[in-house]
């Protein structure tokens, strides 16, 4: 109630003979707030119209008008709570009908920007049980990622899972990366190196792997893959590249004098099939400025002045096989 309708009841009850001139009067406001006061317990049913004196209104004693008002407020509020649980199962039918419509399709999971996709990634590998398999295809590791992984990787290696990892050969030209790579091999997991890798990659069990939606892009997210044929196939890709990597931490083998580098092979291969320094230097985790050294070196080595030269060489000492086998 308002302050004028609650002043104009109380006054009623002490002066039940008064009307709107003396009320006024007693209370110190005006005759148009104590009738807008009267409306309002009107209203209420706090007031009534006399039996004895007609047109003036009595007031109803508080253990009567206030227990019948209390009644009242009591129903309205039911009627409320059953109208919000209505609601309720209205949303909940709703929310339901829109989970159904928009499942993702089977065996996908398209988790979007970076939150979503590490919030997943800390999930799955807090579940994981037995392994994980991993592509890191960079040639130095951000401060971000490496932060974001080391506890991530303690707490899994921590718990007897086999970690194994694929790094490129160029992380050794970074410190902190390597530093990574050795606190990995030293904490228990497997650290191998290539020249050049497949996309980033994780798969936790064998069961379930995560994808970048844009392997340029990791921030715009991922994509994990639950489907059955898909994990294997993706595990198989793993285990063809991991034979063929280097143990991180041991000396590569010294190419001999007719021979090339693994990294340089890996160059020459991504030269063969047309890919520009920028390309070949972002496969191989390094900078253009290094992948136009080697490719010079190729160059040199192989006693000739052009990519072409240099393809067609290759082909002629058994290094590459010729376009089309």
């Not at 007693?26 to 049913?45: F, K, N, P, W, Y």
């Not at 590490?118 to 130095?140: K, M």
């Not at 021979?259 to 063969?272: G, I």
Request: aromatic share 4%; glycine share 6%; proline share 5%.
């Amino acid at each position: 109630m308002s302050d004028h309708a609650v002043a104009a009841y109380e006054a009623m009850l002490a002066n039940p003979q008064h009307g709107v001139a003396e009320i006024a009067d007693t209370l110190g406001i005006s005759e148009a707030q104590v009738r807008d006061g009267l409306d309002e317990l009107c209203s209420l049913s706090l007031v009534r119209q006399s039996w004895d004196e007609p047109g003036k209104l009595r007031a109803i004693p508080p253990r009567v008008g206030l227990t019948a008002l209390l009644s009242r407020q009591e129903s309205e509020l039911k009627a409320r709570q059953d109208q919000l649980n209505a609601s309720r199962h209205a949303l909940e039918h709703v929310i339901a009908e829109y989970t159904a419509f928009d499942e993702p399709q089977a065996g996908v999971e398209q988790l979007t920007g970076l939150d979503s996709a590490r919030c997943r990634i800390e999930t799955l590998a807090h579940e994981c049980e037995s392994e994980v398999l991993a592509f890191c295809p960079d040639g130095a590791l951000t401060v971000d990622n490496m932060k974001a992984s080391r506890a991530l990787d303690e707490a899994v290696l921590s718990r007897g899972v086999k970690m194994r990892t694929i790094y490129l050969d160029s992380i050794v030209n970074d410190t902190a990366s390597a530093s990574y790579a050795e606190w990995l091999v030293g904490t228990g997991a497997e650290v191998r190196t290539v020249p050049i890798s497949p996309p980033r990659m994780l798969i936790y069990d064998r069961r379930v792997a995560v994808v970048p939606i844009d392997p340029d892009n990791t921030a715009a997210g991922a994509v994990l893959l639950n489907g059955a044929g898909v994990v294997a196939a993706l595990c198989d890709l793993f285990s063809y590249v991991w034979e063929s990597a280097f143990p991180f931490g041991m000396a590569s083998p010294c190419a001999g004098p007719d021979e090339l580098t693994p990294q340089e092979m890996a160059v020459l291969r991504l030269l063969a099939e047309g890919h520009t320094d920028e390309t070949v230097a972002r496969k191989l985790g390094v900078s253009v400025r290094t992948s136009r050294r080697i490719t010079a070196n190729i160059a040199k080595r192989l006693g000739v002045r052009s990519r072409f030269q240099a393809g067609v060489e290759a082909v002629r000492r058994g290094w590459l096989r010729p376009t089309g086998e």
